[in-house]
């Protein structure tokens, strides 16, 4: 079992910053695969990002590639989204997600089986 707690959501200006933050306790040993996802509203839940164990592999999509960056803290069983020139369309909820049982790197939401409450982000135009 692993719990994911996210924060770090709010509103900002189009141009601006936030970093989500996503805490994990439980099954942590294991280093599973994390990821950022978003839904906003009317829309399906979509991938923003990935990284592996280590930190040495990440994925993005397309839309945020040179904007947002992954990270993770693994002495603080901590992962981030550190999200620049924010645009209004990245208004959503922001979720964290675990990959504890697949262990794979995935833009796939069905690789993961763990899931934080979400965090809002409003971006105004």
């Known amino acids: 079992q692993v719990q994911l707690v996210e924060s770090g959501g709010g509103l900002v200006e189009a141009g601006g910053s936030l970093r989500l933050s996503c805490a994990a306790s439980g099954r942590t040993f294991s280093r599973p695969p994390m990821g950022w996802f978003r839904q906003a509203p009317g829309k399906e839940r979509e991938f923003v990002a990935a990284i592996n164990w280590s930190g040495g592999s990440t994925l993005y999509a397309d839309s945020v590639k040179g904007r947002f960056t992954i990270s993770r803290d693994n002495a603080k069983n901590t992962v981030y989204l550190q999200m620049n020139s924010l645009k209004p369309e990245d208004t959503a909820v922001y979720y964290c997600?675990?990959?504890?049982?697949?262990?794979?790197?995935?833009?796939?939401?069905?690789?993961?089986?763990?899931w934080g409450q979400g965090t809002q982000v409003t971006v105004s135009s």
């Open positions: 997600a675990a990959a504890l049982r697949s262990g794979l790197l995935s833009r796939l939401r069905g690789n993961y089986d763990y």
